[in-house]
């Protein structure tokens, strides 16, 4: 085997995973913000109940959170083996935590 050839493939396979990585980032964040926006839009709209202005409460943001959050810990208490903090920061997207847990 060449090395010199080797080290060639090998970074431009490092640049091409690069490149993906971060261009997945870009299109998960775009989609995620465009997901935030919305579910605000439909939050103001019940909020809002056709009216210009609403008078905010705290009941459906407390209600949402709870109902969306109840799935999450669901599955996450699911597994035993983990502490709470190293499920929280792999599901972050942490790589290595073990310094903080």
């Known amino acids: 085997m060449n090395t010199l050839q080797y080290g060639e493939v090998r970074s431009q396979i490092v640049t091409l995973l690069q490149a993906a990585r971060a261009t997945s980032a870009r299109s998960v964040n ?47 208490r699911g597994r035993q083996s983990e502490s709470d903090e190293a499920i929280l920061f792999r599901m972050a997207g942490a790589e290595d935590f073990s310094d903080t847990v």
């Open 30 to 76: 775009a989609l995620m913000t465009a997901s935030y926006w919305e579910i605000g839009h439909r939050i103001v709209d019940f909020e809002q109940g056709g009216e210009e202005r609403a008078e905010y409460g705290e009941a459906l943001i407390k209600q949402l959170a709870e109902d969306l959050t109840r799935p999450v810990w669901a599955r996450v």
